[in-house]
């Protein structure tokens, strides 16, 4: 074998070499895509699905909460309502405020 011929296989060598780890490096970020597309898929669901049920919670929540001002309030106009004015006593503080003890 000549210095020609050993170079030669060499350099084949060496283009093989480089070819495989092209290919590898193609591969890998094939891969590493397929990886994060994946991930980001599991991450939206989970994300979503999160949000979800944060949202039926709140519902729940503010649903117990308008049901329970409601009733109160109810509650609370039902006492005004059965409150007797007192005119007469009413009139006797203004004309002493206003007017003076008679």
Do not use: P, W
């Not at 597309?37 to 949202?55: D, F, I, L, P």
């Not at 109160?72 to 006797?92: H, N, P, Q, V």
Request: aromatic share 6%; hydrophobic share 40%.
């Amino acid at each position: 074998m000549t210095n020609a011929d050993v170079l030669d296989h060499l350099l084949e060598i060496e283009a093989e070499a480089a070819a495989l780890v092209n290919d590898a490096n193609a591969e890998a970020e094939k891969r590493i895509a397929e990886a994060e597309k994946q991930n980001r898929t599991a991450c939206e669901t989970q994300y979503h699905n999160g949000a979800a049920a944060r949202e039926e919670e709140f519902r729940q929540k503010t649903d117990a909460l308008r049901e329970t001002c409601s009733r109160k309030l109810a509650a609370f106009r039902g006492e005004i309502d059965s409150i007797k004015a007192d005119t007469d006593s009413f009139s006797a503080v203004l004309d002493e405020l206003f007017f003076g003890a008679e």
